[in-house]
C-alpha cells in the first residue's frame, strides 16, 4: 500500500460517460493511470489521450505538474496536446469559414496551455499564423483570435521576437494607424508591438519607424484601449537608445529635456494622461496604475544623468550658474573694481548662499549624487521663483543669532534626498502601482516637487530653531514630512502643500510619540528586535501565571439534569506539576481546597491530550447535544492512559482559556488561547513602553531632536525591578 500522501483522490470526466471516482498513485507513472481510465470506459489507443484540469484554464496535467493536483479535483479525459494541435492546425487552414472560426477560438484558448504551445510550435504554427495576419485576409473575430492566439504562443518565450518579419509588424503597425479598428484587435496589436519592443533590441527601431508617440497619445481617448496604448509608450521609452533619451541642451533651464521628453510634451501627453485617464470617470484599475507609475519612473529616470555628473570646477559655463545664483540674490550690489576685493566679497556672498565651500562653491556639486541635479534645481528656483528665492536667502542671510538656514547646503542634500524617495535610476518594480498624480499636473513636476519642499525645509528649519549642528535632525524631520505627504497621493502640487502645511514640527512630534507608544506600530528594525528579544521572557511569565493558577485549582460545575440540585467538583496540580488531584464536593468551594479531600489522580506522565470543544469525549454524548453553544466553547477535556478521560465544563471563559493554556504548557506544547495572546501584546508593549521611558538616551529611529526642548509628557516614574 503505498503512503497516503502519495494517493490522490480525483473525479475524471468524459463527455457522454459517468465519471470514475479513482485514487491517483503519484509514484504511478502517468501514461499508466491514463490507460486505466481509458480501460474504464472501453476507449482504445489511450496514448492518445491526456488529463486536464476541469475548470479554471484547464490546463494539460504532465509530469511535472503532477504534484499540484488535490484532493477533490475535477479532471477531464481529453485528446492528447500533439493530436489537438495537429487538428486545430488542420481546421485553421481549411476553406470553410466557421471551421476555421471555431478552430481559431478553440486555439486562442488552448495556446496558454505550456504543454499544448510547445506541440503547436513544434508543428510550424505559429509561421501559420502569421502567415495568415499578413495576408490581410481576416477581418473582426477570426483576427481578433488569430492575435490573441499569436501573442499567447509568443508569450512562453520558446520562439524569438527576432524571428517576426518586417512584413507582419508593418500588418499589425497598420491595425494601430487605422482610424478605425475593432477594440479588440487594436488591443491586441499594441499589445503585440509592446512585447517586440521590450524583448527584441532590433524590432524597436522597426517599431519606432512605423508608430509615432502621436500616433498612440490619439488612442488615450477611448477607455477600452488606454492601458495598451500607455504600456507601448512606456515600452517605446524604456528601450530608446541613449542617444535618443539623452541629448544635452545648452539653455541649463533644458538640461533634463531629452528627444523622448520633448517629444511626449509636444504632443502634450501629460495633460491627455490627466484628463482623460487620472481625471477620468473611470476608477484607476490596477494595471492601468502599474502603467502609470512605469511612466512616472522613466519621466525621473530621465535626470539621472545629470544626478551622476560631477561639476567641472574649471568649466566656466557651470561656474556662470553659480555667478547668476549670486546675481539673483543680491543683485542691489555693484561690484568693486579691485580683483582682491571682488574676490572677498564673493566669498562673503557664496557664505550667505549657505554653500560650505565659501572660496570655491563649485567643489559642492562634486558629490554624486546629486551632482549637477541639485545646481540645476537651485537655477529653476532662482529663475521662476525669483521671489521665493530671494527671500529664502536673504532672511537667513541677514541673522545673527546662529540659527541660518544654509540655502545651498539644504538644496544640495534636499536634491539628494529627493532623488531617493523617488527611486531616480532605478528601474520600475513588476507589480508596483504607487504612481502619484500630482506629478502629472505640471510639466516642470519634479522642479516644482522641489521649490515646494526647500520652502517646506527653510519652515522647518524656523519651527525647531536649528543650527548648524542639527542639520541632519532636521533633514530626517522633513524626509519624514514629505514622505508622509506623498503617502496621502495628493492630487496636486497644492493639495501637496496644504498636506504639507499639516505636517508641522510639533504634529511630527505628536505622530511620533503616538506611533511609538501604540504597539501596533513598532516596526522600526530596533523595536522589533527589542520586541523579538522580549517575547521568550514573556512567554515564560505567563506560562508560569498559568501553572500557578492549576497548583490553586478551580471549581468546575457537573453536567447532568438541570432538574436534580447542581453538584460540583475541584481540580488543582500538585506543586511539583507531576498530579492532577481532583475529587467531588458538595457546594462551591470558598477558598483553596486541601489536597486530602480530592480522592482522585492522574499522572502528568499518564496525559497524553487535550482536546476541546466538540473534539470532547461529554460533548458527542447525545445528551450533549441539548447543550448550548456557550457550553460547547467551555468544554476540555484531558485524555489519558489507558483510554480514559476527564471531562471539563469552564465557568467562564476566563479559567477555560487559564486551563487549556496552562493543560498545554504543562505538556511542553504551545499555548494558543485569545487570552495569552492577548496576554502576550499587553504585556510585551507595557515592557517595552517602561524600556523606552526608563532609558531616556534609547536610540529610536528618527528621533525627534531635541531642539526645541520639549516639556516632558509623563510626570509619573516607575519603580521597575
Known amino acids: ?15 457522454g460517460a459517468n465519471a470514475q471516482l479513482i485514487e491517483i498513485d503519484q509514484k504511478k507513472p502517468l501514461s499508466s493511470i491514463i490507460r486505466e481510465v481509458c480501460d474504464g470506459w472501453s476507449l482504445s489507443g489511450s496514448e492518445q489521450f491526456a488529463l486536464r484540469y476541469a475548470d479554471g484554464p484547464q490546463l494539460y496535467i504532465t509530469e511535472q505538474s503532477r504534484s499540484e493536483m488535490k484532493n477533490g479535483t475535477i479532471l477531464r479525459l481529453a485528446i492528447s496536446p500533439a493530436r489537438a494541435a495537429r487538428q486545430l492546425l488542420d481546421r485553421i487552414q481549411s476553406h470553410g469559414i466557421d471551421a476555421r472560426l471555431e478552430a481559431l477560438k478553440e486555439l486562442a484558448k488552448l495556446s496558454a496551455d505550456p504543454t499544448f504551445a510547445t506541440e503547436f510550435i513544434n508543428m510550424e504554427g505559429i509561421a501559420t499564423l ?5 495576408s490581410g485576409t481576416h477581418f473582426g473575430e477570426m483576427l481578433a483570435f488569430t492575435l490573441t492566439a ?3 504562443l509568443m508569450d512562453h518565450g520558446i520562439v524569438s521576437w527576432d524571428l517576426i518579419s518586417l512584413s507582419f509588424i508593418k500588418q499589425i503597425a497598420g491595425y494601430v494607424n487605422q482610424p478605425m479598428v475593432d477594440v479588440s484587435i487594436l488591443q491586441r496589436s499594441l499589445a503585440i508591438l509592446e512585447s517586440m519592443v521590450l524583448n527584441s533590441h532590433n524590432l524597436y527601431h522597426r517599431v519606432a519607424q512605423d508608430i509615432t508617440v502621436g500616433q498612440l497619445i490619439g488612442h488615450l481617448s ?5 492601458t495598451y496604448a500607455i504600456a507601448l509608450i512606456n515600452a517605446l521609452f524604456l528601450k530608446a537608445p541613449e542617444d535618443r533619451r539623452q541629448e544635452e541642451h545648452n539653455n541649463p533651464l533644458d538640461q533634463r529635456l531629452t528627444e523622448m521628453a520633448s517629444t511626449l510634451a509636444q504632443k502634450h501627453l501629460r495633460s491627455i494622461i490627466l484628463n482623460h485617464v487620472i481625471r477620468g470617470n473611470r476608477p484607476i484599475k490596477a494595471e492601468m496604475a502599474h502603467q502609470l507609475y512605469v511612466l512616472q519612473v522613466l519621466t525621473f529616470n530621465l535626470l539621472e544623468e545629470r544626478m551622476m555628473t560631477k561639476m ?3 568649466d566656466q559655463a557651470q561656474r556662470d550658474i553659480i555667478f547668476e545664483l549670486r546675481r539673483i540674490a543680491f543683485d542691489g550690489e555693484n561690484d568693486p573694481s579691485g580683483t582682491e576685493k571682488r574676490k572677498a566679497m564673493y566669498t562673503k556672498d557664496y557664505k550667505m548662499l549657505g554653500f560650505t565651500n565659501h572660496v570655491n562653491p563649485a567643489m559642492d556639486f562634486t558629490q554624486t549624487p546629486p551632482g549637477m541635479l541639485a545646481l540645476d534645481n537651485m537655477l529653476y528656483l532662482a529663475k521662476l521663483h525669483q521671489d521665493t528665492y530671494i527671500r529664502i536667502v536673504l532672511e537667513n542671510s541677514s541673522r545673527e543669532d546662529k540659527h541660518e538656514c544654509p540655502f545651498g547646503r539644504c538644496a544640495i542634500e534636499l536634491t539628494r534626498m529627493l532623488c531617493e524617495i523617488l527611486q531616480v535610476g532605478e528601474l520600475p518594480n513588476e507589480g508596483c ?7 502629472f499636473t505640471h510639466d516642470r513636476a519634479w522642479e516644482e516637487f522641489f521649490c515646494v519642499c526647500i520652502q517646506l525645509l527653510n519652515k522647518t528649519w524656523k519651527e525647531m530653531r536649528a543650527t548648524a549642528e542639527d542639520f541632519n535632525k532636521v533633514m530626517q524631520v522633513v524626509r519624514e514630512q514629505i514622505t508622509r505627504a506623498l503617502a496621502m497621493k495628493p492630487s496636486s502640487l497644492d493639495h501637496l502643500k496644504g498636506k504639507l502645511r499639516g505636517l508641522s514640527y510639533s504634529e511630527i512630534l505628536r505622530l511620533r510619540q503616538s506611533e511609538r507608544m501604540s504597539q501596533d506600530d513598532f516596526q522600526s528594525p530596533p523595536i522589533i528586535e527589542l520586541r523579538e528579544r522580549i517575547q521568550p521572557e514573556i512567554l515564560e511569565l505567563i506560562k508560569q501565571q498559568r501553572l500557578n493558577r492549576l497548583c490553586e485549582g478551580s471549581c468546575f460545575r457537573k453536567l447532568g439534569n438541570r432538574r436534580r440540585q447542581e453538584k460540583f467538583w475541584f481540580c488543582r496540580l500538585s506543586l511539583n506539576h507531576k498530579v492532577l488531584h481532583y475529587g467531588d464536593l458538595d457546594e462551591s468551594p470558598q477558598g483553596e481546597v486541601p489536597l486530602e479531600l480530592l480522592t482522585d489522580k492522574i499522572p502528568v506522565s499518564d496525559i497524553k491530550s487535550v482536546v476541546t470543544g466538540k473534539d470532547c469525549p461529554h460533548m458527542k454524548e447525545k445528551s450533549a447535544l441539548k447543550q448550548n453553544k456557550e457550553v460547547l466553547e467551555l ?26 493554556d496552562g493543560l498545554c504548557a504543562l505538556l511542553g506544547r504551545e499555548m494558543g488561547s485569545d487570552l495569552t495572546r492577548s496576554d502576550l501584546d499587553t504585556l510585551i508593549s507595557m515592557e517595552m513602553k517602561l524600556r523606552l521611558l526608563d532609558l531616556e538616551n534609547i536610540a529610536i529611529p528618527e528621533a525627534p531632536p531635541p531642539v526645541p526642548k520639549e516639556p516632558s509628557t509623563y510626570n509619573f516614574t516607575y519603580n521597575y525591578g
Open 1 to 15: 500500500m503505498p503512503p497516503h500522501s502519495d494517493i490522490v483522490k480525483v473525479a475524471i470526466e468524459w463527455p
Open 130 to 134: 502569421a502567415r495568415l495576419v499578413e
Open 150 to 152: 499569436f501573442l499567447e
Open 222 to 226: 477611448n477607455q477600452e484601449i488606454q
Open 312 to 314: 567641472d570646477p574649471s
Open 433 to 439: 502601482n504607487d504612481y502619484h498624480p500630482m506629478f
Open 635 to 660: 468544554a476540555f477535556s484531558v485524555l489519558y492512559d489507558p483510554d480514559e478521560n476527564l471531562n471539563f465544563v469552564a465557568p467562564n471563559k476566563y479559567e477555560y482559556c487559564v486551563w487549556t
